[in-house]
């Protein structure tokens, strides 16, 4: 399986970026039928052409109108055009939803009902190519992830149809705020608009992540050239790259995912105040609390408590360390974790129905083990060693009855 990341550090601007695609092998007949597809063909004219940039070698989107087709510019215009043509369901639907992002930011700034908002730059034949190729291009890679990097916010000012208007213009910072899409600043002697309205409308249409991947094993590298010639190179760059889902392929049906890890040392408290703040964590969703005894500064005697987290649950566990522990320092970590396929059984024995947890090993394996709960229950009651317990139980597991499908 593979996945896209599309590193847009320098600036993002749809032609960039189906210039990119375009570099990456992808048979050209993918762009080039769009013009046909979209029945335009006698008015535009496309090539991509090798180029460079400052020194860096890619690919450049060269359009030309060849006869002046003109038509209104609102949002339901542009979807007739994209309904009427020959293109797939697919990218009929992702081309329409850029447009949708781009008009619902834009009235939002101007203040108008979204039919009102007429396209001036954004509805021009040469946008909606290099959205439909984009969209394309995504169609036929149809890759499992689509990673970007955090697109810079540029500076100065930009003259538009409304007038001059500093950078970053307001409908990229309603399409980056809308879509939580961070936006970077740089030291950057260029002075004008890097991040184009359409170029993070794409992002926000097909991004799974956010952010600098730590891992990349790349398999191809695709480069888009800008059209501006600025002090620094002017380009954006696609790597294709094995997914990480490979390893899961190859070593059984394994699970991954990013989670938080949390930490803090506490000297000034209780070992009861840390016992029911480490209720609290787990309590708030944390998947594991530790505990450790440390020497802290001044050859004090303190504790560092660990939590492990998922990403959703953070802000939670942020409340409880802060509100009901004496820290006032938490440190943060993103690690990765992998997990077997894991799932509760539960078995007839003569103890009656007891909870198992029942897992899948890579080789193909399964392992069971009895819910410890279960097993000081029936101790307590038979007033046997919780060993004992355990081996009468495994020799006379009968039938099976699955409380829940494999999960992670």
């Known amino acids: 399986m593979k996945s896209i990341f599309i590193d847009c550090s320098l600036g993002i601007s749809g032609d960039m970026l189906s210039s990119a695609l375009f570099d990456l092998d992808i048979p050209a007949h993918i762009f080039f039928d769009n013009l046909k597809k979209l029945k335009i063909e006698k008015y535009f004219h496309i090539n991509f052409d090798t180029g460079s940039s400052h020194g860096i070698k890619g690919i450049i989107c060269i359009k030309k109108e060849i006869k002046v087709k003109k ?172 997914n990480i889902n490979s390893y899961m392929e190859n070593n059984g049906k394994l699970f991954y995912e990013k989670i938080i890890y949390q930490e803090a040392w506490i000297d000034d408290s209780t070992p009861e105040d840390i016992a029911i703040l480490i209720n609290r964590l787990r309590s708030a969703g944390a998947i594991d609390v530790v505990s450790h005894s440390v020497d802290m500064k001044k050859n004090r005697k303190g504790i560092c408590i660990k939590a492990i987290v998922s990403n959703e649950n953070q802000n939670l566990l942020r409340d409880v360390w802060f509100n009901f522990s004496t820290t006032i320092g938490l440190r943060e970590t993103n690690i990765d974790r992998w997990k077997l396929p894991r799932r509760t059984v539960k078995y007839k024995t003569r103890f009656g129905e007891i909870n198992f947890k029942q897992v899948i090993r890579p080789n193909g394996k399964n392992s069971l083990k009895i819910e410890h709960n279960d097993l000081v229950e029936i101790s307590l009651i038979n007033g046997l060693p919780i060993e004992e317990v355990r081996q009468k139980i495994f020799m006379e597991l009968s039938d099976l009855h699955e409380l829940e499908d494999w999960s992670n």
Request: charged content about 25%; some cysteine.
């Open 71 to 242: 038509f209104n510019r609102g949002i339901n215009d542009i979807k007739q055009i994209i309904f009427d043509s020959l293109l797939n369901d697919y990218v009929k639907k992702t081309s329409i939803r850029v447009f949708e992002i781009l008009a619902e930011a834009e009235s939002i700034v101007h203040g108008t009902d979204i039919l009102d908002v007429h396209f001036h730059e954004l509805g021009s034949l040469d946008s909606i190519i290099d959205i439909v190729n984009v969209c394309s291009a995504i169609d036929f890679l149809k890759p499992d992830k689509i990673y970007f990097s955090e697109p810079p916010a540029g500076k100065g000012v930009v003259s538009t149809s409304h007038g001059p208007l500093p950078i970053p213009v307001p409908t990229v910072i309603e399409i980056a705020k809308k879509n939580d899409i961070p936006l970077v600043f740089f030291e950057d002697k260029y002075k004008g608009e890097i991040t184009t309205p359409t170029g993070i409308a794409l992002l926000a249409t097909f991004k799974d992540e956010v952010g600098q991947l730590e891992n990349l094993k790349i398999k191809n590298i695709g480069i888009g050239l800008g059209h501006k010639n600025i002090s620094r190179p002017n380009f954006l760059r696609v790597l294709l790259i094995e």
